[in-house]
């Protein structure tokens, strides 16, 4: 009987530990910049996480409660920065192919967004943006996400 339980308590410690990484193999979590108050972006990243100069694929989607996306002027928006949110390689850019009125679903891909050489600690973000009219300002985000990484 004291067998039965031990194997029994023991499925079940597996079980348990097991059912995160067969349910949910994401490891980056995407949260709201906090330098906006916009939109949320789903982002499903591969490989995730990023491997140093390793180009990773982007599929970004959501909806924009307020903004509408301009054709020749939004685009995706991907920059790896440090943790104060200084960028350490060139920004990714890719145009909307097409405009989208704010309150409908959109969907862009990236196919091959290059990888910088990373450092154990670094920042990355997914926007949706136009550049600035402001001059302080390089670009205008109309939705932004960020997620950590810190191996150190
Ligand atoms: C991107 O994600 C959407 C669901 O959010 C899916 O329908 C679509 O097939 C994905 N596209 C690619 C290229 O993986
Ligand atoms: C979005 O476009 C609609 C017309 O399609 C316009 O009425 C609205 O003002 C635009 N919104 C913004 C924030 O520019
Ligand atoms: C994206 O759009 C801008 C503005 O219309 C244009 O200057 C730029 O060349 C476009 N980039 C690509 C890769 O098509």
Redesign the pocket.
Known sequence: MKNFIFAFILFALLTVNAAPFQLNKRYSIFLPCPFTTSDLLGVDIKPDPPVSEKSVSFNVSGTLSYYNITK??T?LLIQYTNEAFGPFTDDY???FTKSIKAGTPFQIFAPEVPTPKLPNAYELLVAVAELSDDPAYKYNALACVFSSYNYS
């Open positions: 020749g002027k685009f850019k890719q145009n």
